[in-house]
């Protein structure tokens, strides 16, 4: 049946061929992606489900279709074997070619194969075995097809190849080794004459040169020439440009006027038509998408594209999606790039060709690209370099995004090849070694913040790291990130970086039957700022707000605010009048903490841009509405020419102190709380809460409300300091019960208010007197402080969600707040691990520190329990994030939690980023303080609501 209806769709294509003779025709033999694939006869070798003949999707990776073994690219290190998986697979599927092709010319094609790939037809091989897993290859089988009948195609797939340095390149690596025909293959159908390549220049000037290769050039021929906008009616002159008939590579020219150039932020295509004909006949019609831009490579100077330097803002990425590996298809493309642009980047980088999909959506969507030929830390040999270099540029040398090539990455290049990537490319990219110093440009991997000894901004090169700010787990990305790009981006020579990276590249285990689904292989590839289904880490939100190409200057809103902006334009091409900005005040009622009450917009409006160009910086200006300072916090929203959201910052209009004490219930109770007091224990007692402190500690005993206990002890305990009591005293007036205590140490006192109502009030002042024989750990000044504040014992068991006021939605870090913006935030409790709870991905992590906070309810199945902040900038510590279960390497996860489960904190940690804090800039480093006579201290005011019927 299948047969027949191949057989069926061959003629009516013959049909519709002839029909239009003069183009190229593609036919697929397999799916056009793993989402819609065709059922091929197949054997594999070893491991799962070998040895005996059944059928297989193509195209897929075999380990992902229940085939082989898995192997993962440090087998060799971290994890111990001796060898990887070498399984072989052996493939065939019968199609049908209509009698009409006999006069055609007709090429197979494979998109990819993993690794050591030979072909054949009706039993003849089809060529020499093609070594090389992420390249693109094709043959002539012209002569091997039997026209009207049916044909037999045979494909036997090495995993492992046969040549060392192809090994070396591709699976010696820190990536997935998988094995199978993973891309799309299909038939080529050309006419005997016709354009075989085309490779072009076109400048920003309209101007366009291109290397024509042309199989059987007739006499008197010509090519005429036109271009067509995509997504517009626009029409261009046709140009006609004589061929020599002696030479089948020649080179074309032709200009056309104003065309709208090619750039990330305008990503302006065309479709270029070259019409074939000799003697007004046309004999094949060719036709490539293209970019008009001009690219320039200046030494000691910067990288050009239409006159114009630029910064790349870059992530790396692999070619990879959970359930089918290495297989994917245009929708993963285009979601990927997508998210990159939804970060502000404008740049990207493999470490081996993407599917080409990929590169028509970077140039369609507007991306940089760094496009690299493999070679992890070796190189190919020059035989088989040459060949995989070629493939590469002629496949994707018409794409306006691809701007650099890359030659193997941390020492796999081979010098003797450098030259042939510049053999088929008419533009004449720069070639680059990543991470090396070389020829003039400076790629260096994971620099530190100080890099370095004339390197970076003390040297002489222009420099881009091709990767920095490395993500294990929920390391690096945003963390660090605006320190290093605020120093780089104050050289000249600085062309932009490439975070490692965009995924956690975690595959799904057909042959595991546990809980445990999804494989990253522990640390080793949990690198990325997505999940590997693409959820949103912390970071991604951080690079976003980092990277927008709209940057606010630090503002605070006052009483004296004028709805004044310094704003600065961090685009390349664009002026900020083409964005659209809007502002809304926002207020909450004095129950949402208690309700489901959401914030209410009182008042918005556009904010008019004047022109502000790239790299000026201007002020904006709205009206500020009447009923401005009844609201509670500001947000601006920008979006981008296409719709696309820049970033939405916001600003409190009011200090902590006012908001915490209009968002805490209070009740109008006549009956006085009491102070009571014995050698052991003070006791604050209302009708709706009773509190117990220790007083040797100083420590909640217990709290006690009207349905029992409240699980709220052990605190204050001090983080960051020493502190022992040395007294303690209690009062009483008519709204409250009092008690205070004086520390030795860290924490001057520590005053307990009881309101009547049973709103309970902690009052804390820390480091008041320099100089103390118990103070500050003894110290007048202090140098390394990452944590400071105060801490309690609360039960994580019960807890099931979290509504709070503050900066969220995502925990935070020292080097990584911004991403996090002042709002009304809800999330429900879970257990995240970053980059390792594949199974059960909840973003954003319920636990961890949670900056500017405000007020909060933390909802448990025992009651609801609210904590309040009086003061700005305050970190809210809830519970401690699990560790990873999985690594297979030395990680540092995380800093050290202090000990407790809820914390309120003025200093918390930085996060690493693949190198210790100390390589990182001021921001990831402890801070310091000097304790002087007469200070009065650093407050802290907290605010507790345990009563049950509120």
Not at 587 to 594: G, R
């Amino acid at each position: 049946m299948r047969l027949n209806t191949l057989h069926t769709l061959f003629v009516l294509f013959a049909i519709t061929f002839f029909s239009h003779a003069q183009e190229t025709k593609k036919i697929y033999l397999s799916g056009k992606d793993f989402k819609h694939p065709v059922s091929w006869e197949f054997m594999c070798t070893d491991g799962h489900n070998s040895k005996t003949w059944s059928t297989i999707n193509v195209p897929s990776n075999w380990e992902l279709e229940g085939f082989g073994e898995y192997t993962y690219g440090r087998w060799y290190k971290e994890l111990n074997q001796k060898e990887p998986s070498k399984e072989e697979g052996f493939y065939k599927y019968n199609f049908s070619i209509p009698e009409t092709y006999k006069n055609q010319n007709v090429t197979i094609v494979f998109g990819g194969a993993m690794t050591d790939t030979e072909v054949k037809i009706n039993g003849k091989s089809a060529g020499p075995i093609h070594q090389g897993g992420f390249y693109e290859f094709k043959y002539d089988i012209t002569s091997l097809l039997n026209y009207g009948e049916d044909n037999l195609l045979e494909v036997h797939v090495s995993k492992h190849s046969s040549n060392n340095t192809v090994n070396n390149a591709e699976r010696k690596t820190d990536w997935w080794l998988f094995g199978g025909i993973y891309r799309p293959v299909w038939l080529e159908v050309s006419p005997k004459t016709y354009i075989e390549h085309v490779a072009v220049d076109a400048k920003m000037d309209g101007s366009l040169s291109a290397d024509l290769d042309i199989i059987n050039l007739p006499k008197k021929a010509s090519i005429e020439a036109t271009i067509s906008p995509i997504g517009s009616h626009e029409s261009f002159k046709t140009i006609t440009i004589p061929l020599d008939d002696k030479k089948t590579h020649q080179t074309i020219s032709a200009k056309w006027d104003d065309v709208k150039t090619w750039n990330p932020e305008s990503p302006n295509l065309y479709t270029l038509t070259l019409e074939l004909k000799s003697e007004n006949e046309i004999l094949h019609t060719s036709k490539t998408k293209i970019g008009f831009r001009t690219l320039e490579f200046l030494k000691k100077d910067g990288i050009y594209v239409n006159g114009k330097k630029i910064i790349m803002k870059g992530i790396n990425r692999h070619t990879i999606w959970p359930e089918s590996g290495r297989s994917t298809d245009k929708d993963i493309s285009v979601l990927d790039v997508n998210l990159i642009k939804d970060m502000n980047m404008n740049a990207v980088r493999f470490h081996y060709p993407p599917d080409s999909h990929f590169l028509e959506a970077c140039d369609s969507l507007g991306l940089f690209v760094l496009n690299e030929v493999a070679g992890w830390q070796n190189g190919y040999d020059t035989k088989t370099g040459t060949q995989l270099i070629k493939e590469t540029v002629q496949r994707d040398v018409n794409h306006p995004s691809v701007i650099i090539w890359d030659h193997g990455n941390e020492g796999g290049w081979n010098y003797e090849i450098d030259h042939v990537f510049h053999e088929y490319d008419p533009q004449k990219r720069i070639v680059i070694h990543p991470w090396s110093d070389f020829d003039g440009w400076d790629t260096h991997h994971y620099p530190t913040y100080l890099t370095g000894m004339h390197r970076f901004n003390n040297g002489e090169n222009v420099f881009f790291p091709t990767e920095f700010m490395h993500g294990t787990y929920d390391n690096g990305i945003g963390a660090g990130l605006e320190d290093f790009w605020t120093r780089y981006k104050q050289s000249p020579l600085f062309a932009g970086g490439f975070m490692w990276a965009m995924l956690d590249e975690a595959v799904l285990r057909t042959d595991w039957t546990g809980e445990q689904k999804y494989d990253s292989k522990g640390n080793l590839a949990a690198d990325g700022v997505l999940g590997p289904h693409r959820e949103k880490e912390g970071s991604f939100f951080t690079v976003k707000e980092v990277w927008s190409p709209i940057q606010f200057a630090p503002k605070q809103i006052t009483q004296k605010f004028d709805g004044s902006f310094l704003v600065t334009n961090d685009y390349i091409y664009t002026n900020l009048n083409t964005c659209k900005l809007e502002y809304r005040v926002l207020k909450a009622t004095e129950e949402i903490l208690y309700t489901d009450d959401k914030a209410e917009v009182i008042a918005s409006n556009p904010i008019t841009i004047e022109s502000i160009t790239p790299g000026e910086t201007r002020t904006l200006h709205f009206n500020v509405p009447s009923n401005f300072f009844e609201g509670d916090w500001l947000e601006i929203t920008a979006t981008d020419k296409h719709g696309r959201e820049i970033y939405t910052w916001s600003w409190p209009i009011h200090k902590a102190s006012y908001l915490a004490n209009k968002l805490i219930a209070k009740n109008d109770l006549k009956k006085e709380a009491k102070a009571e007091k014995t050698d052991s224990e003070i006791t604050l007692s209302s009708k709706a809460l009773t509190v117990k402190l220790d007083t040797k500690t100083g420590q909640i005993i217990s709290i006690q409300n009207k349905k029992g206990d409240v699980p709220f002890t052990n605190g204050p305990k001090p983080i960051g300091m020493k502190a022992e009591v040395e007294d303690v005293s209690i009062s009483q007036t008519k709204e409250a019960a009092i008690c205070v205590f004086k520390y030795a140490g860290g924490i001057e006192t520590a005053t307990w208010t009881l309101f009547n109502d049973g709103r309970l009030k902690l009052e804390l002042i820390f480091l008041k007197n320099a100089g103390r024989n118990s103070g500050f750990d003894g110290a007048f000044f202090e140098g390394a402080i990452n944590q400071f504040g105060v801490t309690f014992d609360f039960p994580e068991e019960g807890v099931e969600a979290m509504k709070w006021i503050g900066n969220g939605p995502y925990h935070v870090w020292k080097n990584r707040i911004k991403g996090t913006t002042l709002g009304l935030w809800e999330k429900d409790y879970n257990t995240t691990v970053t980059g390792e709870s594949f199974e059960n991905l909840v973003y954003p992590e319920f636990k961890g520190y949670h900056a500017n906070f405000i007020g909060g309810n933390l909802k448990t199945n025992h009651g609801d329990y609210k904590f309040f902040s009086e003061n700005d900038k305050l970190f809210f510590r809830l519970f401690t994030p699990d560790l990873p279960k999985h690594a297979v390497s030395k990680v540092f996860p995380q800093p050290r939690f202090p000990e407790g489960n809820i914390s309120f904190m003025y200093e918390i940690p930085g996060m690493r980023a693949f190198k210790p804090l100390e390589h990182q800039g001021p921001e990831s480093q402890p801070t310091n303080i000097r304790i002087k006579s007469g200070d009065e201290g650093i407050p802290m005011t907290l605010l507790f609501d345990f009563r049950s019927d509120n």
